[in-house]
Nanobody, 130 residues
Framework: QLQFVESGGGLVQPGGSLRLSCAAS????????IGWFRQAPGKEREGVSC????????NYADSVKGRFTISRDNAKNTVYLHMNRLKPEDTAVYYC???????????????????????WGQGTQVTVSS
């Protein structure tokens, strides 16, 4: 069973920045397309960004485009989500996920759909508030 350790969440003021990390445990993350999703209270889990195994395909939700950047460091077996100019509406639990298929190489919106991802982390809370 693939396992992830997500970290980097916390409380930040509007306009601030955070970097989330998704570290793989017990498997080599570089062979998987990786996604970040988020779920706010009372809302559906939504796709935020994804990156293909080779890093050549990257997708972002319109709500975060230009503010968030996804990256991967295969030597560290870790994927990152750099979040800048955070807004209160970014408040959510953020989840890391991996796909057995080439999920992120599919066109939007499918590449950021829950159904194409297979393994999920426990999530890390991000709260944007003054």
């Amino acid at each position: 069973q693939l396992q992830f350790v997500e970290s980097g969440g916390g409380l930040v003021q509007p306009g601030g920045s955070l970097r989330l990390s998704c570290a793989a445990s017990g498997f080599t993350l570089e062979y998987y397309d990786i996604g970040w999703f988020r779920q706010a209270p009372g809302k559906e889990r939504e796709g935020v960004s994804c990156i293909s195994a080779g890093g050549t395909s990257i997708n972002y939700a319109d709500s975060v485009k230009g503010r968030f950047t996804i990256s991967r460091d295969n030597a560290k077996n870790t994927v990152y989500l750099h979040m800048n100019r955070l807004k209160p509406e970014d408040t959510a639990v953020y989840y890391c996920t991996a796909a057995r298929s080439h999920a992120c190489r599919i066109t939007l919106p499918t590449s950021l759909s829950r159904g194409v991802y297979d393994y999920w982390g426990q999530g890390t809370q991000v709260t944007v508030s003054s």
